[in-house]
């Protein structure tokens, strides 16, 4: 009889012990989904991208909101447009203390607060994580005379003022970039004729009118008009040639030492707790791993630059540095 009952409990045993170890070996990314859910409670998270639909931001922080659904939830994403970031930046600073606001921001921003003299800077904010790189894209409509770097730098050598430019926010990586080109055939770099956008949107309106004889944007902001014949590509920034535009020479190939990566990441408003900070960099990092985030990389042709916490936050303050002496080296400081 005892044996029976033994043997009667013994599968509700293992059922137990089993349930136990599924608890005890579960996934520590699933623990932390649930940290930032509990975090936001019923809240939900926030997304600004500072600057007009279609940019790089834009597409960054929609990226985001997508690989992010998973973790924690549905987030809402919006765009405040204007002045390199700086106006988006100037509204974002005035969430102190908020862990359901998020910004997106980059290069463009640093240089962007420098040019404009804003009085809010990054250091307004709690620095969460770096996301990726970009190659910015020299392109220049389908029926240019302009065919190659050499007939780039031979155009801006004979006029520097003459070949207009048009490309981001003033301050912004194209803005440095159009100075640094300018500097590397041997012209004024405060000389060159640079026509500013706030979104990707209005510079593909003029770059594909014709009003300016040269475009600069990321890779994957122009890249659908390259491949549709609409501009034709002269030269990625970047030391490597991009992945999905495997064709087109670097600067550096074409004669310019001139190499410039355009990065991307993620900001929280100051004053926040450490762990909500350390909530949010563990679910941005969890994202970043995510089949959904590696299939928008490489669909964007962005490069994988993933950085968190205290690096990235020196990261931050030695590119306001570094900006901030190129800006003044090329005139727009």
């Keep these: 009889m005892q044996t029976s009952r033994l043997t009667k409990w013994i599968p509700w045993a293992v059922a137990l012990l089993l349930t136990v170890a599924v608890v005890a070996t579960a996934p520590a ?16 998270l926030r997304l600004m991208a500072p600057a007009s639909p279609g940019g790089g931001w834009d597409q960054t922080s929609r990226e985001m909101q997508h690989a992010l659904q998973d973790d924690v939830g549905r987030t809402e994403v919006y765009n405040v447009s204007g002045a390199g970031g700086t106006i988006g930046l100037s509204q974002f600073v005035r969430h102190q203390g908020d862990p359901t606001q998020l910004m997106t921001t980059g ?24 996301l990726t790189t ?20 031979e155009a801006m050598r004979r006029d520097v003022h003459g070949v207009s430019i048009a490309g981001g926010s003033a301050g912004g990586a194209e803005h440095i970039l159009a100075g ?34 040269v475009a600069i944007s990321g890779v994957s902001e122009i890249q659908p008009q390259v491949e549709s014949g609409q501009l034709r590509a002269l030269a990625v920034s970047t030391a490597e040639r991009a992945p999905t535009m495997p064709d087109v020479p670097t600067l550096e190939e074409g004669g310019l030492d001139v190499e410039l990566d355009n990065w991307r990441g993620v900001v929280a408003p100051r004053g926040i707790s450490q762990e909500q900070e350390r ?30 916490g205290p690096e990235f936050e020196r990261f931050v303050r030695a590119e306001q540095t570094r900006v901030a002496r190129v800006l003044d080296r090329i005139g727009l400081g």
Excluded: F
Aim: glycine share 8%; net charge negative.
């Design 29 to 44: 990314d699933e623990h932390e989904g649930s940290a930032a859910k509990q975090m936001l409670g019923d809240r939900q």
């Design 107 to 130: 290069l463009v921003m640093v240089g962007a607060v420098k040019t404009n003299r804003s009085p809010v800077s990054l250091d307004d904010t709690t620095p969460l994580m770096r």
């Design 134 to 153: 970009d190659a910015e894209l020299i392109a220049v409509p389908a029926d240019s005379p302009i065919r190659s770097t050499a007939d780039l730098v």
């Design 180 to 213: 640094m080109l300018a500097q590397a055939v041997g012209a004024d770099p405060a000389e060159i004729s640079y026509v500013a956008h706030s979104g990707g949107g209005e510079l593909l309106s003029t770059a594909l009118s014709g009003r300016a004889d």
């Design 279 to 308: 909530v949010l960099e563990q679910a941005l990092l969890q994202m970043s791993r995510t089949p959904k985030w590696r299939a928008a990389l490489e669909e964007q042709g962005w490069t994988d630059a993933a950085l968190a």
